[in-house]
């Protein structure tokens, strides 16, 4: 069997001897905590392996999940893993537009939705052909686990192999539509090993999960974390400030976007004894701001640990672990070892120590490729096959890199994507619009916020409230905008190209105080 690259297979050889112990208690809801042994994980995802092997789905299916986080949503994860299937997380916040997009991209062979969603979510699905939609709720019901239960607790994971692909994350990469990252098997193994050495990961940790379950920072860089060291996850559906730092005192791990830090420290109860047990804070996802960075070692005695990654590589820097002084405010550390990480000028000149330029990186992280898009692909690699990551940085002296910028066209608010195109393009199809411009402006909670900038076309009368309103109803609510705007006409410099940057800073003080 120690020949089957099936990530699941690495990660059940990590179990702890004691199968009985602990490996996530619940920790959100309105019941008592739920506790669920290493053997309920690997009985669990048998039996929802066993029920996907016996659907005769084609090889190398696609299963679509969009569902509340629950235990049982992992252990789903673990099933497609298991069975050899290719894993699809959508946000919980997408709306019907957007499903159908990525149903109809992905074509995939089941999808699993909450109960509540059932109704549109099954429909759409039918209609592009899907033959197996089933639901899953966060209280354990639905037909998932109804149809997993009549199935065998046991399983041998299918064999696969390193290249074999097992998820795909949807990602707008540096332009244009949704585009499906694919990650094999190969990819999240040799990340999730790397960081487990890197970050120094125990068997007595106790990891705090409360980043959501369908993007990479909770599915892989939290949830491999803890189940490759075999460690006890105190698991929340919803991140809560409150809720965390009562718990703080029993981990030893935490992860978090730059959001979930700043709602912390607004809390009292955040202290250095609530911090006495832990070891290590990790943020990523978005830039943790240098304040945030300073009032958090000010304020519990610790220091944060940033690393950058993407969809598309998983991981790909980090900031040392010891010494914890050697972690720096405002830089995402150092590559990862394996990761080769260059910064070259747009013409593709390679740039020296301290220069400004595109992120350019290769290693055994880095994904396949974009899902059925062989042109989008080719077009963000290099000759000498380096992904494009489209982020803007340095490297200094010292080999610690700065993120100072992005070459693509994204807002990160909260920690999630919000691509200005998407927005703008749906704006610009309402009546009585002749055109929009999408920023991202500075927030004290999100980090970035997302701002519509609007003209109407002669003679048309807008309401800025009304299209946020309409908005609102047709996409995912983190990328409707904080705030909108009716004006004659859009800044251009003589090409005739939107200026961007005065918007951001006409509007930069928009959440100031
Ligand atoms: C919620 N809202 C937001 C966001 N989240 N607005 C902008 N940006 C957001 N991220 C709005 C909702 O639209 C709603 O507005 C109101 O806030 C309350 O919604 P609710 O769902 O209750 O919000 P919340 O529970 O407080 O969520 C905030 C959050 C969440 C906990 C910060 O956004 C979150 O979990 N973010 C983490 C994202 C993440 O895991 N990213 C990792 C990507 P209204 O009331 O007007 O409707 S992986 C990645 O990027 C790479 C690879 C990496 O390096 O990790
Ligand atoms: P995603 O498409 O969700 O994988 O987001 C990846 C993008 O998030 C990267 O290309 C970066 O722009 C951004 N990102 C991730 N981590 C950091 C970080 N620590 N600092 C700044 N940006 C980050």
Redesign the pocket.
């Known amino acids: 069997m120690n020949d089957n690259a099936n990530l699941y297979a690495a990660l059940r050889a990590a179990f702890p001897a004691d199968l009985d112990a602990t490996a996530i208690e619940t920790a959100d809801g309105a019941g008592a905590p739920l506790y669920y042994t290493w053997r309920d994980l690997d009985r669990g995802s048998a039996m929802i392996a066993n029920l996907l092997g016996a659907l005769e789905l084609p090889e190398g299916a696609r299963v679509a999940v969009q569902t509340d986080k629950s235990v049982e949503a992992l252990m789903l994860y673990l099933g497609v893993l298991r069975a050899g299937f290719v894993y699809l997380p959508l946000n919980t ?1 997408y709306q019907a537009g957007e499903i159908e997009y990525f149903v109809g991209n992905a074509e995939p062979s089941v999808v699993v939705c909450s109960g509540r969603s059932f109704g549109w979510v099954g429909k759409l699905c039918f209609k592009a052909g899907v033959r197996h939609v089933f639901t899953l709720n966060d209280d354990r019901s639905g037909s998932l686990l109804e149809r997993a239960a009549m199935h065998a607790d046991a399983q041998v994971p299918a064999r696969r192999r390193a290249d074999d692909l097992a998820a795909i ?1 949807y ?1 707008s990469g540096t332009t244009g539509r949704s585009k499906g990252a694919m990650l094999s098997h190969g990819n999240l193994l040799s990340n999730a090993r790397v960081l487990h050495e890197a970050w120094g990961w125990r068997g007595d940790d106790v990891l705090i999960h ?3 379950i ?8 939290a949830s491999h974390g803890a189940l490759l060291a075999g460690a006890k996850m105190i698991w929340f559906g ?3 400030p409150r809720a965390v730092i009562a718990q703080l005192p029993r981990a030893t791990v935490f992860m ?2 730059p ?2 830090y700043v ?1 912390m420290l607004a809390e009292s109860a955040l202290t250095r004894e609530a911090c006495a047990r832990m070891r290590l804070f990790v943020a ?3 830039p943790l701001l240098a304040e945030t960075f300073a009032a958090w070692r000010e304020r519990t005695g610790h220091t944060i640990l940033e ?10 820097t980090s900031n040392p672990y010891r010494p914890e002084d050697a972690r720096r405010a405002g830089s995402v550390g150092l590559p990862l070892p394996g990761v080769q990480l260059r910064i070259r000028d747009d013409k593709g000149v390679p740039l020296r120590s301290g220069e400004i330029g595109g992120i350019e990186v290769k290693g055994p992280n880095v994904f396949k490729g974009y899902w059925r898009m062989p042109e989008k692909t080719a077009e963000e690699f290099s000759a000498d096959l380096f992904f494009k990551t489209g982020d803007v940085g340095k490297v200094d002296a010292d080999g610690y890199v700065t993120i100072v910028g992005r070459s693509k066209d994204l807002i ?7 691509y200005p195109a998407e927005i703008e393009s749906l704006i610009n199809d309402m009546p009585g619009v002749a055109e929009s411009a999408v920023v991202g402006v500075p ?1 004290p ?2 980090g ?3 701002v519509a900038v609007i003209v109407p076309k002669p003679g048309a009368a807008l309401d800025a409230d009304a299209i946020v309103a309409a908005l ?1 109803a047709s996409i ?5 905008p ?1 705030a909108a705007f009716v004006v004659p006409e859009l800044p251009r410099n003589t090409m005739g190209k939107v200026q961007k940057n005065l918007l951001r800073t006409q509007h930069e003080r928009l959440f100031a105080g």
């Open positions: 916040a994350l990602t409360a980043l959501p369908f993007h990479v920072h909770g599915l892989f860089v919803r991140f809560d978090g976007v959001t979930l709602r990523g996802s978005a690393r950058y990654g993407m969809s598309e590589t998983i991981m790909l990160i608010s909260g920690g999630y994507n919000v927030h909670d999100f970035e916020a997302v609102k995912a609510n983190f990328k409707v904080k």
